[in-house]
């Protein structure tokens, strides 16, 4: 169990029947009346943020979540398979659980799987990638405006902004988090 008073970012509880992630909290003392604690969270089955307040001895059951290291393998359809290094079972998951960064994932790479009592509901991508770039116009020389960028399309058919110098063929950084170039891979 976990008291209101105990919350912490990152901390997941149970709550009418949903688990909830808190992403901000705040202890408020005010000069009259009782004391509370100002949330706001996050139901990690929906994605849905919402903001609540919460009397600093309410007691919630912890809830566990489970991030497990997965291999992806490849997708068939609206399915996308995962293999599980240390059964090598293939584990299917929907398209709809994916996050709008796993267009930065190419086959083999290592994400990690977040379920809940068994129920996959989230595929954390890398935080960083290496990827191609399969498609960008020419940059030309003397063009060396500050932060000017053209549009690229990566390898896994994602596309970014990405610096005038960089060419087809190159293989850049990128972060997950923002869809950013972050720079040039190391050959």
Do not use: W
């Not at 509880?13 to 005010?30: A, L, R, S």
């Not at 969270?41 to 919402?50: F, L």
């Not at 770039?133 to 902004?161: H, M, Q, R, S, W």
């Amino acid at each position: 169990m976990v008291s209101a008073g105990d919350f912490r970012n990152g901390v997941t509880f149970e709550m009418d029947g949903g688990v909830y992630q808190i992403i901000e909290f705040q202890h408020v003392k005010p000069g009259k009346g009782a004391a509370f604690v100002r949330t706001k969270i996050r139901n990690v089955i929906t994605g849905s943020v919402v903001e609540k307040t919460f009397n600093p001895t309410d007691k919630f059951p912890t809830a566990f979540i489970e991030r497990k290291d997965m291999e992806y393998s490849y997708n068939d359809g609206d399915l996308y398979y995962f293999m599980d290094p240390e059964s090598y079972e293939l584990v299917p998951i929907s398209k709809d659980e994916l996050s709008d960064n796993f267009k930065f994932v190419k086959e083999n790479m290592v994400c990690k799987i977040l379920s809940y009592k068994g129920k996959v509901f989230g595929v954390e991508p890398p935080t960083f990638v290496t990827l191609e770039v399969t498609k960008t116009d020419p940059g030309f020389k003397g063009n060396t405006a500050t932060n000017a960028t053209k549009p690229a399309t990566l390898e896994t058919g994602a596309e970014i902004k990405v610096p005038l110098f960089i060419d087809e063929g190159e293989m850049i950084n990128v972060d997950t988090r923002t869809g950013e170039y972050m720079s040039r891979a190391n050959s």
